[in-house]
């Protein structure tokens, strides 16, 4: 329970230095949306196990806050279809970045106990949550990791 509330603190800690006024669970929707592609707001709500009602609250806000857009496809204009804006995008690059530094500065203080065996066992934790690795991301996340760190391990 420590180290999950540890990366919790992190993921916090990550998102309120680039933006405080973005929550986590809107965070998340980001998340999804860029890790998923286009999403009908239905199938955010399921992905985040929240009602269907506070799903549509949570994308208004962040079509408010210019992050997410909606789209209707030219096949069936019934369907709403919501996609990161580019704001929104620099915005989970940039988290997600921020991130991985306060990781890389907490797993170096550790070195010296951490086992080989440990970021496969870490990638299998995150496959069973449901998460999909970096590799597989709608966005191509392995081009934008690679700008600025030399190698994207998913873990």
């Known amino acids: 329970m420590a180290a ?3 990366l919790v603190g992190i993921a916090a800690r990550s998102l309120a230095e680039i933006d405080p006024d ?6 998340r929707t980001l998340v ?4 998923r592609g286009p999403q009908r707001v239905v199938d955010i ?10 799903g549509t609250r949570m994308c208004e806000r962040l079509v408010r806050k210019g992050l997410i857009r909606r789209s209707r496809p030219t096949t069936d204009r019934r369907v709403v279809r919501l996609t990161l804006t580019p704001a929104g995008r620099r915005l989970v690059e940039q ?4 991130r991985r530094e306060q990781l890389t500065a907490t797993v170096t203080a550790t070195a010296d106990v ?3 065996s440990v970021a496969p066992a870490l990638r299998a934790f995150a496959a069973a949550a449901g998460e999909i690795p970096d590799d597989e991301w709608w966005l191509g996340w392995p081009q934008i990791v690679s700008r600025d760190h030399d190698e994207p391990d998913g873990g």
Do not use: F, K
């Open 4 to 6: 999950s509330r540890a």
């Open 22 to 27: 973005v929550t986590l669970p809107q965070y």
């Open 32 to 35: 999804v949306l860029a890790s």
């Open 45 to 54: 709500a399921a992905e985040l196990r929240v009602a269907a009602s506070t």
């Open 95 to 98: 988290v997600t970045i921020n």
């Open 114 to 116: 951490w086992h080989p």
